[in-house]
């Protein structure tokens, strides 16, 4: 299908997918530092207030792998398949 006229939306989606991909790693660099000087402590101060958080907790996850491994079976069994469609951005 043509779509000549959603050039600009196109150009601008480029622009600002690379501006999320410039911004993320900015955020994950900050963020490192950040930890790494945390390191082992949980909250961390200015001026004696806190502002930032690191905390570890313990979370549960079902592994598909290991269902697949195990349980053959019932991962069948419980395995959905559905439709989807994913939009991909080509270079021009």
Same mark, same amino acid.
């Given at each position: 299908?043509?779509?000549?006229?959603?050039?600009?939306?196109?150009? $601008?989606? /480029?622009?600002?997918? &690379?501006?999320?991909? &410039?911004?993320?790693?900015?955020? /994950?660099?900050?963020?490192?530092?950040?930890?790494? #000087? $945390?390191?082992?402590?949980?909250? *961390?101060?200015?001026?004696? &207030?806190?502002?930032? =958080?690191? #905390?570890? =907790?313990? %979370?549960? +996850?079902?592994?598909?792998?290991?269902?697949?491994? %195990?349980?053959?079976? +019932?991962? *069948?069994?419980?395995?959905?398949?559905?439709?989807? /469609?994913?939009?991909? $951005? $080509?270079?021009?």
């Amino acid at each position: 299908m043509e779509i000549d006229d959603l050039a600009e939306p196109l150009r $601008l989606l /480029r622009q600002a997918n &690379r501006q999320m991909e &410039r911004w993320g790693s900015v955020r /994950r660099e900050l963020q490192d530092i950040i930890k790494g #000087r $945390l390191q082992d402590s949980e909250v *961390g101060t200015v001026a004696g &207030r806190p502002v930032v =958080t690191w #905390r570890g =907790t313990w %979370r549960s +996850a079902v592994s598909q792998r290991l269902l697949k491994e %195990r349980h053959p079976e +019932a991962a *069948g069994d419980v395995t959905e398949e559905k439709w989807v /469609r994913t939009s991909l $951005l $080509l270079d021009p």
